[in-house]
Each structure stands twice: as structure tokens, then as C-alpha cells.
């Protein structure tokens, strides 16, 4: 049986192994496939794996002996999951492997936004503490977490973790989800509609899924009912959030900052608004790959595959 990783370098950029794949067949490992490749490189595969190569309907088609499509990612949306159905290939996904990593960035880039870090440590190593006159110096706001609101947008696996790391941290913890579940044990913890959420946080933490109805749910609207103070936090789609209203937001001072390791189009366009933005931190979608996750995600595609071999697939969408 032939498996075709299409896009294995991102998971696996050599740091760990493929061996465990191996065990149910030929395996043959691409770093990165064009889109024009995908169907010869696959072609006789029974089973194929994509973190972000497309797989649209037209080449599905095309694809005769395939009967598995393995998401090395949570998002499945670069797969065309009816046209997988109509031809009878099980798509899967890894829907939990991240959560504690994820959940850690939202604080590296919080915490960044309020001490800027690396700028002071520069500035050390330039020898501006050297040479100032005084035993300690500043050179932005710094500040403090505890007692502030903490609004989590979207409180699923990674949102629940925010709030108890936030709760931990002494902040008073919000949030907002169509699904509301058991409510948490955390220190005056409330459920909060979505615009009373943006207008009283300090700091919002996005954790939504893209669907039609969050797609774009930042925008000018919304980013002028919060407080010229706030912290805007996306570790989870980029096009929650309308860049431009958003950069016009930190350049005219209508928010403090925003902390993106996400973007509407990746990699970023050169011209992206808020490449330039006043006090917008970007990072290259990199919440999700400690290797302590990657391993998570690794293990876990490779139990989808065996489960499905044994005729009982699970993580099963569409």
C-alpha cells in the first residue's frame, strides 16, 4: 500500500520521524508540493496526507486509488471534504494536539505587547543602561496583568486554557461561544455577549473557528467599542480580522496593540497594513509548533491511519 506525505516539512522538518507510517506501507515523503504536482505525486497513493496542500474536487477526481486523506492540521478547509464524501475517501483531521502550546504563545505574545522585552534587552546590549544616569530605565509602558479583564473569544479546548492561565495570572476571565458548555471554575468567571465582551476587556483573546459568520467579526465596528487601552491576541484565523480596519485601529491609537501569529493571507503579502502597523506584533503562525505538539500531532495522524485501517475511523469531518 502507497501512503504520500504532500507537505511534510512544516510538520516534521526533520527533528522527528516518519517511521510510524511506515508500518502500513510504502511511504513516500514530499517537503513541499506545487499544486500542479499534487496528482502525479499522489497518483496510486491509497492513502495521502496534506497539512496545506489544496485537494479541491477536480483533482480528487483524478485520483482513482485513493481512498484516505489524512489533515495534519486542525483546519480541513484546503479539502474539498463532499467531493471526498461523493467518492467515498474518509477525511480526517488532529483536533487536539496544540491546546497547551497554543494557550502558552497567547501569553509570549501578551506579554510581549506589555513589557517589550526584546526592546529593552536590545537596548541593554546597544549600552543604553550603561550609560544612563539613573539605576533603571524604561523605554515604552510597561503592564501589569493582574486584576484586568481577560476576554476570550471562542471558549473551546485552547480558550478554556487561556482563561485558567489568565485566571492564574490574577486577571478576571470573559468569554463569548455560541456554545456555552459547563461553565469553568474560575474566580468570578461570566459568560459575556460579544460586544459587551469587546467593550469591557483589556485584553481579547480570539479562539473562534472561521465560519461564514466570524469571518471578519474584527473590524472597524467592533474595534471602536474597545478601550483605547486593550490588547487585541489572534493565535487562531487570520481572517477573523479585516487587516486594514485593524491597522487603522493601532495607528490612530484606537486600541494599544495587537499580538497576530495569524494573518488573512499566508505568507503575507509585503504590503500587508499591519506589517507596518503602530504596535502590532506578527509572528509566522508558529503557536502550534513546539515539538512537543508536533510530536502530539505526529502520534495522532498515525493512530487516525490505524483506526481507519481497522475499519473504525475517527476524527472523522465532513
Same mark, same amino acid.
Given at each position: 500500500?502507497?501512503?504520500?506525505?504532500?507537505?511534510?516539512?512544516?510538520?516534521?522538518?526533520?527533528?522527528?520521524?516518519?517511521?510510524?507510517?511506515?508500518?502500513?506501507?510504502?511511504?513516500?515523503?514530499?517537503?513541499?508540493?506545487?499544486?500542479?504536482?499534487?496528482?502525479?505525486?499522489?497518483?496510486?497513493?491509497?492513502?495521502?496526507?496534506?497539512?496545506?496542500?489544496?485537494?479541491?474536487?477536480?483533482?480528487?477526481?483524478?485520483?482513482?486509488?485513493?481512498?484516505?486523506?489524512?489533515?495534519?492540521?486542525?483546519?480541513?478547509?484546503?479539502?474539498?471534504?463532499?467531493?471526498?464524501?461523493?467518492?467515498?475517501?474518509?477525511?480526517?483531521?488532529?483536533?487536539?494536539?496544540?491546546?497547551?502550546?497554543?494557550?502558552?504563545?497567547?501569553?509570549?505574545?501578551?506579554?510581549?505587547?506589555?513589557?517589550?522585552?526584546?526592546?529593552?534587552?536590545?537596548?541593554?546590549?546597544?549600552?543604553?543602561?550603561?550609560?544612563?544616569?539613573?539605576?533603571?530605565?524604561?523605554?515604552?509602558?510597561?503592564?501589569?496583568?493582574?486584576?484586568?479583564?481577560?476576554?476570550?473569544?471562542?471558549?473551546?479546548?485552547?480558550?478554556?486554557?487561556?482563561?485558567?492561565?489568565? =485566571?492564574?495570572? %490574577?486577571?478576571? #476571565?470573559?468569554?463569548?461561544?455560541?456554545?456555552?458548555? &459547563?461553565? @469553568?471554575? $474560575?474566580? !468570578?468567571?461570566?459568560?459575556?455577549?460579544?460586544?459587551?465582551?469587546?467593550?469591557?476587556?483589556?485584553?481579547?483573546?480570539?479562539?473562534?473557528?472561521?465560519?461564514?459568520?466570524?469571518?471578519?467579526?474584527?473590524?472597524?465596528?467592533?474595534?471602536?467599542?474597545?478601550?483605547?487601552?486593550?490588547?487585541?491576541?489572534?493565535?487562531?484565523?487570520?481572517?477573523?480580522?479585516?487587516?486594514?480596519?485593524?491597522?487603522?485601529?493601532?495607528?490612530?491609537?484606537?486600541? =494599544?496593540?495587537? %499580538?497576530?501569529? #495569524?494573518?488573512?493571507?499566508?505568507?503575507?503579502?509585503? &504590503?500587508? @497594513?499591519? $506589517?507596518? !502597523?503602530?504596535?502590532?506584533?506578527?509572528?509566522?503562525?508558529?503557536?502550534?509548533?513546539?515539538?512537543?505538539?508536533?510530536?502530539?500531532?505526529?502520534?495522532?495522524?498515525?493512530?487516525?491511519?490505524?483506526?481507519?485501517?481497522?475499519?473504525?475511523?475517527?476524527?472523522?469531518?465532513?
Amino acid at each position: 500500500m502507497k501512503l504520500t506525505v504532500l507537505d511534510g516539512y512544516c510538520l516534521n522538518p526533520g527533528d522527528l520521524s516518519w517511521d510510524g507510517l511506515r508500518r502500513f506501507g510504502e511511504v513516500e515523503v514530499f517537503d513541499r508540493t506545487p499544486a500542479g504536482q499534487v496528482v502525479e505525486r499522489a497518483a496510486g497513493a491509497e492513502l495521502v496526507f496534506t497539512n496545506k496542500t489544496p485537494l479541491p474536487g477536480a483533482v480528487l477526481a483524478q485520483l482513482p486509488a485513493l481512498r484516505y486523506i489524512g489533515v495534519l492540521a486542525t483546519g480541513y478547509n484546503i479539502v474539498d471534504v463532499e467531493a471526498a464524501k461523493a467518492r467515498g475517501i474518509v477525511v480526517t483531521n488532529i483536533p487536539t494536539y496544540g491546546t497547551a502550546s497554543v494557550a502558552q504563545f497567547v501569553f509570549a505574545l501578551l506579554l510581549e505587547l506589555c513589557h517589550n522585552v526584546r526592546l529593552h534587552g536590545d537596548a541593554v546590549r546597544a549600552g543604553e543602561w550603561s550609560r544612563s544616569p539613573d539605576w533603571s530605565f524604561w523605554k515604552t509602558p510597561l503592564v501589569e496583568l493582574d486584576g484586568k479583564t481577560m476576554g476570550i473569544v471562542g471558549f473551546g479546548r485552547i480558550g478554556r486554557q487561556v482563561g485558567r492561565i489568565a =485566571a492564574a495570572m %490574577g486577571m478576571r #476571565v470573559i468569554a463569548h461561544d455560541t456554545y456555552r458548555g &459547563d461553565t @469553568p471554575d $474560575l474566580p !468570578a468567571f461570566r459568560w459575556a455577549a460579544i460586544d459587551e465582551l469587546l467593550r469591557e476587556s483589556d485584553v481579547v483573546s480570539l479562539h473562534a473557528p472561521l465560519f461564514p459568520e466570524t469571518r471578519g467579526m474584527i473590524h472597524a465596528g467592533t474595534l471602536a467599542s474597545m478601550k483605547p487601552t486593550a490588547f487585541l491576541i489572534n493565535t487562531s484565523r487570520g481572517p477573523l480580522v479585516v487587516d486594514r480596519d485593524l491597522a487603522d485601529a493601532l495607528n490612530a491609537g484606537q486600541i =494599544a496593540g495587537a %499580538g497576530l501569529d #495569524v494573518l488573512s493571507i499566508e505568507p503575507p503579502a509585503e &504590503d500587508n @497594513p499591519l $506589517l507596518s !502597523a503602530r504596535n502590532c506584533l506578527v509572528t509566522p503562525h508558529i503557536a502550534w509548533a513546539t515539538r512537543e505538539a508536533r510530536t502530539r500531532l505526529m502520534d495522532l495522524a498515525i493512530e487516525n491511519v490505524a483506526a481507519f485501517l481497522a475499519g473504525k475511523p475517527v476524527n472523522v469531518v465532513g
